[in-house]
């Protein structure tokens, strides 16, 4: 069955640093993946998507990778803020479907 | 523009109880989903809807049914709830660019 794997446990950095969060997932042939972040008490905000014949993708301080050979995509935030506090959500998705399954999500800290 | 807009917010149902939940999206968008989010669970998907008049299972359907009333509307019933269904409920839409738009969320407690 189709799997989706992403950190349970929370990645807490320093403000500053990046932070690198990581989505696996089995049985599945995306046509492209994206990523989402989650606040607490609130719905999920789309923030980035990256399509199977694309590698990397930027915007801002974010930054998405993307490899079907290992099944496998990076999240990256750079400079990471307190703001950037939240948990994030992946979501890959097949081109024959209209079925998106997320991953559980990583929760990601950024201390002072 | 509103975005997609469920209710209600907070509901306290008893077991065996039915209830609908309701969501509606002034988007224009085809594609309209239902999730519940458990602590340590993730989004899990309950039912979808690809276009008006249509709907399809996701990953946790039982319990439930849904209604693509027209190409804003799709509903979610739980003829008896039960406490396992005690949960928060998300509805979305997406657009043609493929971009998810979640509501604020259900939350609804059964006991």
């Known amino acids: 069955s189709q799997k989706i794997e992403q950190n349970s446990e929370a990645l807490n950095i320093q403000e500053g640093k990046t932070a690198t969060l990581t989505c696996n997932y089995t049985n599945y042939s995306p046509a492209y993946l994206q990523w989402y972040r989650q606040d607490p008490g609130r719905g999920p905000v789309f923030l980035l998507l990256i399509r199977e014949n694309e590698k990397e993708k930027r915007k801002e301080r974010l930054k998405v990778t993307f490899d079907t050979t290992l099944k496998q995509s990076l999240f990256h935030i750079t400079a990471s803020q307190p703001a950037d506090s939240a948990t994030y959500l992946c979501?890959?998705?097949?081109?024959?479907?209209?079925?998106?399954?997320f991953g559980t999500g990583t929760r990601l800290q950024v201390f002072p | 523009n509103a975005g997609v807009t469920q209710t209600p917010k907070f509901q306290v149902l008893k077991t065996g109880q039915s209830m609908t939940l309701q969501c509606a999206q002034d988007m224009n968008h085809n594609s309209m989903y239902w999730y519940r989010q458990d602590p340590g669970m993730g989004l899990r998907l309950i039912y979808y809807s690809a276009s008006e008049g249509t709907t399809d299972k996701g990953e946790v359907p039982n319990g439930y049914n849904v209604s693509r009333l027209n190409k804003r509307e799709f509903s979610l019933r739980l003829e008896s709830a039960a406490p396992s269904q005690t949960s928060v409920y998300f509805c979305?839409?997406?657009?043609?660019?493929?971009?998810?738009?979640f509501g604020e969320g259900s939350w609804l407690t059964v006991v």
């Open positions: 979305a839409s997406r657009d043609t660019g493929n971009t998810i738009y």
């Open positions: 979501a890959p998705r097949p081109a024959d479907t209209d079925k998106l399954i």
